[in-house]
């Protein structure tokens, strides 16, 4: 049998090279040089309690499949144990543990919310809380960003043309891109007046902000009108996430959602983990309080060089514009031995390419003070 060329991936290759010419073409790269990139936050992800953990485990004979879905004989001890430690840990009446971030949010928003509600978004939520609108039975509309007044007026305005379901308002308590908090409270009240939910995405404050790492939700966690996601693949250190909610929402994910009754479950060793990270969030409140401390000093560093402050979190958007000049920083700060990358379009708005700097516990303040200068050098250079 003889193949010849056809045209059929001409349209792939040429959506590439397009992407290509735009400085937008993203490939793999292995990892490489000190840590400004990751949402390894508490740096847990190699922790020596956390390998021990699941070291133990194996040799008791803990599988590493689950073997099949929750509703069939994957539901394990160790997810149980997970869910019940989970909901006592956040403080609330329940939890739900899924395999990953994006799933978790996908699954919640394409079950809880029904035909003839309103999902009212902040801008800049991530991508998986757009996709999950998309697939679900709601409407959804742009709420603005962070602007409870916005989000009001949105609602106000879908009731106005004649909007008559339940409201459920999406947002982030810390933005992944631009390292912003939300106003939870403004949030909270908004909910209550409109007599809607309020899902809250804790994927970068998870682990590090509220008593004990709970997160930005944790003094409204408990209420029947919040659902959060607890991502425990970034400060955790491992990987999934937790939703926790009313017991009644619960039962409906386990018994609607088809992401979930669908799906194999999480490793049991994955469960064990999380598990283990909360235990631990528990024992060492210090190591979230290093964070805080580095958090602040790179602040107030960045700032005494003449920098504009960059957010109040972990996450730092140095902000360049162009596409091919943030990939250009980028790899010149990886050349000098500084893992930070560059972040474009579409994940970023067009015109606001920039390197996302995140800080976690795998640096130091000395690492943070050599980052600062090579990052000096090389824009003071460009602009020369």
Not at 4 to 18: G, H, I, K, M, V
Not at 164 to 179: A, C, K, N, P
Not at 251 to 273: E, G, H, K, Q, Y
């Amino acid at each position: 049998m003889t193949f010849t060329q056809s045209n059929r991936l001409a349209p792939y290759r040429a959506a590439l090279q397009a992407l290509d010419d735009d400085g937008r073409l993203r490939r793999l790269v292995p990892r490489a040089g000190i840590d400004f990139v990751s949402n390894d936050y508490l740096a847990l992800a190699n922790a020596p309690r956390l390998r021990d953990a699941v070291t133990a485990a194996l040799e008791a004979g803990t599988p590493i499949g689950s073997g099949g879905s929750r509703s069939l004989r994957g539901n394990c001890a160790e997810h149980q144990s997970l869910e019940s430690y989970a909901a006592e840990f956040f403080g609330a009446d329940a939890a739900l543990f899924f395999a990953a971030g994006y799933v978790a949010n996908f699954a919640v928003l394409t079950t809880l919310p029904q035909r003839g509600d309103l999902l009212a978004l902040d801008t800049l939520v991530h991508a998986s809380i757009h996709e999950g609108a998309r697939a679900g039975r709601a409407d959804y509309r742009d709420g603005g960003h962070n602007d409870a007044q916005a989000m009001e007026n949105t609602i106000k305005a879908w009731r106005a043309e004649g909007g008559t379901g339940r409201v459920w308002i999406v947002v982030e308590s810390l933005y992944s891109m631009d390292g912003d908090f939300a106003p939870l409270a403004e949030l909270i009240a908004l909910a209550d007046r409109h007599d809607a939910f309020l899902i809250v995405d804790e994927a970068h404050a998870t682990g590090i902000y509220g008593p004990q790492g709970r997160g930005l939700t944790a003094p409204f966690e408990g209420r029947e009108n919040l659902i959060v996601v607890h991502t425990c693949g970034k400060a955790l250190g491992a990987a999934g996430a937790l939703v926790t909610m009313t017991q009644v929402l619960r039962d409906f994910m386990v018994n609607r959602c088809r992401p979930f009754i669908f799906s194999t479950a999480p490793s049991p060793l994955v469960a064990l983990a999380v598990r283990e990270a909360l235990m631990l969030l528990r024992d060492e409140p210090e190591r979230p309080q290093r964070l805080l401390d580095l958090i602040q000093f790179t602040h107030r560093e960045f700032e005494a060089r003449g920098g504009q402050r960059l957010s109040n979190s972990q996450i730092l958007p140095y902000i360049v514009g162009d596409n091919v000049r943030a990939m250009t920083l980028a790899a010149a700060m990886q050349a000098r031995g500084f893992d930070i990358r560059g972040i474009r379009p579409p994940t970023v708005p067009a015109g606001t390419a920039r390197l996302r700097i995140s800080l976690t516990l795998n640096v130091g303040e000395a690492e943070v003070l050599a980052m600062l200068d090579a990052l000096d050098e090389e824009t003071k250079g460009a602009a020369r």
